[in-house]
Every structure is written in structure tokens, then in C-alpha cells.
């Protein structure tokens, strides 16, 4: 049956204004409609609340109030709120359309997506959430189904504060934390506080399931998902998804950290890191990534497997009857004779059985564990034990600084104590040495980083290299695991060295954009304006180093700009200026973040911008805006740390 026939709301006008016209999707808290806004002839959605929470006016003011904040955020990202009204029994939210599908019908349709896929997908939707972060909105419920994806392939982010105003709401009432567990930051489970840090952890959830089709936490109840995300770390997606690079992984851990103070601060913090990692893969990575992850596919296809056979044996006692030898009579007389001594031989085996049952009553049936058993393989020290008729259990393994991993680190009942047989011997597994803390060797040389790591007592694993925007030739980009994370001694340390900076493409884009994106690298610009016939004012139409060559920070690079044609009058007055299409009015913000307070400052006003700086030190640690287009000749906020 069609269900949009069956509810009642269909083709009813809500507050005199709202014509419903079918049903869109029906969850927890609300019933979403496609509507007619009569006054203004436009299509829109209507959010209509449940009956059971529209009857509760504390959760209706915090409705209210929830929806003011969100009808306040103005950004193209963000599904705008147009308006809140309640008639009758209805409370509702009236707000923008689109048209299209959500990331879950994506996710559900491709599986999951590469790399550069997810990261290029992230930003629209950390902008959004960096915009709500800027005005003390907190989104609290981050996930696939709230990322709407328009027909023309635009990400916009929805229910922003709803999901605090339905958990304010039930919370005092239940006791429950409402959300999707899924993607719950560990505060959120142990108490249902959440900040704009909370956030952060959802958007982390939500590109580790972009990158591997799957959550990273999963169980049969809610409550054992949320139970995992405040005692289990979530992994980096390489663990699903082999390939994926260690910057990429370190966006993960960093923003589902459980410590909040660990997570990057806000929404717009995380958006500079996201950024920073996708323009520092190739344009064709997603790719290459498929296409070796096919060809390891179809050599493992390709190997028939091994043929297998098995030869019969026949032994002399699963020989048939008539292949036995017949007994000659020098064999019978043997029988005979044996014959004689059988009640003799009775009793010798009945006393024999009686010493045993004495013996196994008073001390056989009792074993020893193994003196030794501490240090001994697992493997090891669980057959010793079985073969002597004892059980095992292996426990989950703890770090000790004694015993190497994969050794037995301490057994219950310990070494020595007396056992009775078929009793259980719990053995507890070594993880290895505990963890330390992996230092920050970002910026060192390949021979510097090895001796801080090695100093620390870290042994080192693979050196790989790729490209930055950030960090030099053949220093170090960073580790897997990242700075900060906790690793055991045992485990290897993977290097990351940069390969320099490689020359982007700018033939053909706009002047102002290649200038600016130059200067964030951290190059010396130059532009040459020339009068190009047959080509649109402000047009990059050569460059100098050619796409692909390696720069490094302070290298000077030409581009050649067409100019602008102004027509002037023949009074002193300027009639008009072509410049290309845009205006003057917006220019794009270089990112600076991470970069020289000095040179980030030079490299702003060059562009066009003055720059506000705030804090001590010398290294610009935020940017407000990081990235988009801003006026020429408004302000860049940027905060140094030392």
C-alpha cells in the first residue's frame, strides 16, 4: 500500500501556508515531508515532530530555541532553516529541499570510497560544521544520513541542535542517551555531555567508514558498540583497507583520540588537516589504489590450487580375516600352556589395578604447573599443560617489561603449585614492553629521527616517502603510529620522509587563485601580466617550473597572467574593469596554517588581505577563514603558538 495515501497529513495545509504533499522518510523523532510554501511559491521540506515529543513543552522550547540557532547558521553547506511554527497539534520546522540522495545511499551504492573521494567529501561537510562551531552550535549527531548529496553533487549537512533538544528531552526523563551510537564520542556514552570536540570524534567515525565501508566499532546490542567506543581504540582504516597512506590513517586516530584534548580543537581545525593531506595526494591516487588492489586480486585467482592424494595403508590389523595366518600347531600348544597360568594372571592384574585406584586416590590424580612456565611460548606452554591432563585458558594479554611478546607473562595457579588433574591453568599472553609515548620527529632528518626513536627505545620499521606542502626535501613528514600515540617498544615505528613539493597545474585557471595557492606553498611568486589575444582577462596561460616538477619552500616561480581590459571614459572617471568574470569583490584565502608567522603575514598581504595576529610564538597554529574566498582587503585572523 502506498503509505504516502495512508497518512494524514498528506495534502493538508499547515499555519494556513504549508501545503503537504507526500512523504519523504519517517525516523525517531520526526516524520520529513515535501511541501508547497503557497505565500512564495516554492517547494520545501517540512520536519514534523512525533505527537509523543510535540506534547512535551520543555522538549518544544528546547525545539525552538535549538531551531533559532540553526535557522542563524548561513552557509552553503549547511540545509538551511527557513522557519518554525506549530498549528494544532503539529510542531514543525519548515526548511530547504534538496533534492537528491544522503551518504548513506552513497556508501550503500559504491561500498566505499577511495582516499582522495573521502577526504574531497569531508570538507564541504567540516566546513559546515566548522561554521556552526564558530557560532557555538554543536551538532551532536554526525553521521551519513545527515549529509545530504544535491543533484548537482553538493554536500549540505541537516538537523543541526536537533539532536541536543531530543536528548535534552529524554535524558531527564530515561536516563538514555539518545544518538547514534555508532558514531558516539566516549564522553557522550559516560556522561551525554558533548562539545564541538564531539563532533570532531563523529566526523572521524564517518571518514573511517567513508574509507572502509564499515564502521569501526560493531557488536549486536547498542550497548556493546558504545561499551567499545570508550574502552577500544578505533584503528586506523589501513587495518581494512591496505594501501591507504599513514596521513590519511593518522586523520582517523587523531580525531576519534578518546582524550577530546587530543582531538583537533573544532571543526575547522580538522577541516586544515583534511585539506593539508588531500592536496598532498596524487590527483590520481584513488586510482592507482584500485588498480593494485585488483592486481593482488586476480594473482591470488589465478593459482590452482594444490592437488591432493592420499595413498591407503593396510595394516595387519585392518587386514581382512581371510589374509590372516593360520595358526600352526606349535601356536596352539603356546595357548595351551598360557592357558594353565590365566587365574594366576588375574590376580597379579587385580592387585596391579588395586595399587593404581590407592595411588591415584592419595597423590596420582594431582599434577605440578611447570617451574618455568613464565617466559615459555604460549603455544608451548599450553601443549606441556594439556599433555598433562590439565585445561587451558588464555586470557587477554597485558604489556610486561620482562617478558618478550608472545611469551607467557605470568599463569594461574603460578609455577610450581600443585594441580589436580583436569584442573584449569589460566595463561596470561605478554603484549610485549609497555607502551611509550612516540615523539614528535616531524621536520628531522632521516638520521635524526632514527636516534630520537631509537633513544626512546623504539626500533624502527619501513621509511617511505611523499609528497608535502608543509615540510621539506627529505625531512620527516611524520610517523606510524603518529607523535603522541602510545606504542610498545616492540612494535617497529614507521618513517615518513617528504619528497618535496610538486609543481601543480595552473595553465588555464584563474590568476588570482594559482598566485595565492603558490604563495601557500610557501614559494616566491611572480606574476607577469600580459595582453594575450584570444584568451579571458586573469588566465594563468604559462607557468615557470613546468606541472610536476619538485619545489621546495622559497623557491621563486613565474606564472604569466593575461590582463585585465579596463574601459575608461573620457572623463577622469572609470566607466568598468573585465576582471575575468568574479570581480575584485572575492579573492581565495591561502592557508597558512602550520607556517612561519612572518612569512604567513608577508604571504597574506601580498594576496590582498590584511592579517590580525593573536598569540605568542612563532608558528601559525589556526586561520580564521583557513579556506574559500574572502574580500579583497578584509581581515585573516591567525593564531601563533610557540
Known sequence: MDTTVADPLVGRVLDGRYRIESRIARGGMATVYVARDIRLDRIIAIKVMHAALAADEDFVARFIGEAKAAAALSHPNVVAVYDQRTDGEHVFLVMEYVAGRNLRDVLNALGRLGPRAALEIMQPVLAALGAAHRAGLVHRDVKPENVLITEDGQAKVADFGLARAESAGKMTKTGLIIGTVGYLAPEQVLSG???????????????????????????????????????????????????????????????TSHEPARRPSDANQFLAEVAEVYNGLPRDFDQRLEEASHNATAVLESTPPAATRHTAVLDAETR?????????????????????????????????ILGWAVWYQTSGQYDHVPERIVGMKVADARGKLEGGGLDVRVARAVYDDRVRKGQVAKSDPPGGARVAKGQTVTLTPSKGRTPKEVPDVEGKSLDDAKGILQDKGFTIGRTSTNTSQTVAKDKVIGTDPPSGERLSPDEPVNVVLSSGMSMPELVGGNGDSAANRLRSMGLEVNVDKRKVDGKPPNTVVSQNPPQGTGVSRGDEVTIVVTKRDCVVDAGPIQIGCDDGGGGAQN??????????????????????????????????????????????GSTITIVRTP
Do not use: W
Not at 220 to 244: I, Q, R
Not at 619 to 625: A, D, E, G, K, S
Open 320 to 352: 581382512p580375516a581371510e589374509y590372516a595366518p593360520r595358526p600352526t600347531k606349535a601356536d596352539r600348544a603356546i595357548g595351551a600352556l598360557t592357558g594353565r597360568y590365566v587365574l594366576v594372571a588375574i590376580g597379579a592384574i587385580a592387585a596391579m
Open 193 to 255: 555531555s558533548a562539545d564541538v570536540r564531539s563532533d570532531v570524534y563523529a566526523a572521524g567515525i564517518m571518514l573511517f567508514e567513508l574509507l572502509t565501508g564499515e564502521l569501526p566499532h560493531r557488536a549486536d546490542t547498542a550497548l556493546a558498540v558504545a561499551y567499545k567506543h570508550v574502552n577500544e581504540a578505533v584503528p586506523p582504516p589501513s587495518s581494512a583497507v591496505p594501501g591507504l597512506p599513514p596521513q590519511v590513517d593518522a586523520l582517523v586516530t587523531d580525531a
Open 587 to 632: 579573492i581565495p584565502v591561502p592557508n597558512m596554517t602550520g607556517r612561519d608567522v612572518d612569512d604567513a603575514v608577508e604571504a597574506l598581504e601580498d594576496s590582498g588581505f590584511k592579517v590580525n595576529v593573536t598569540g605568542i610564538g612563532g608558528t601559525v597554529r589556526f586561520q580564521n577563514p583557513s579556506s574559500g574566498e574572502a574580500p579583497r
